[in-house]
């Protein structure tokens, strides 16, 4: 079984940067994909990031393209999510969320993932 934990949520203003982490557990998690999902109220869940197992391939989210990175080290078993340049689009709750199929590349279909941490929340406002 695999958990996950999310951290490092918070406000901040516009054009700043933040990192999320996302720590995990269970004897599957390095051979899972970890994705980051997040969903604003009123709208569907969306993918942010997501990583393989290896952490050689990423995909990515086209609204947040070129601003985010997803890193991960299998070692400390944390995911990362550094994001740049942030916007009021960008408030939203934040999902870790762990596919033990670990598929390179990595899915970028939430359904794909079936471990979910409880979410962090991201406000960015003026």
């Known amino acids: 079984q695999v958990s996950v934990v999310e951290s490092g949520g918070r406000y901040v203003q516009p054009g700043d940067s933040l990192m999320l982490s996302c720590s995990g557990s269970g004897r599957l998690w390095s051979f899972s994909s970890v994705g980051w999902f997040r969903q604003s109220p009123g709208k569907e869940r969306e993918l942010a990031a997501t990583i393989s197992w290896g952490g050689a391939r990423t995909e990515y989210g086209d609204s947040v393209k070129g601003r985010f990175i997803i890193s991960r080290d299998n070692v400390t078993k944390t995911v990362y999510l550094q994001m740049n340049s942030l916007n009021p689009a960008d408030t939203a709750v934040y999902f870790c969320?762990?596919?033990?199929?670990?598929?390179?590349?990595?899915?970028?279909?939430?359904?794909?993932?079936?471990?979910w941490g409880q979410g962090t929340q991201v406000t960015v406002s003026s």
């Open positions: 969320a762990a596919d033990e199929d670990g598929t390179t590349p990595p899915s970028r279909s939430s359904w794909e993932y079936e471990h």
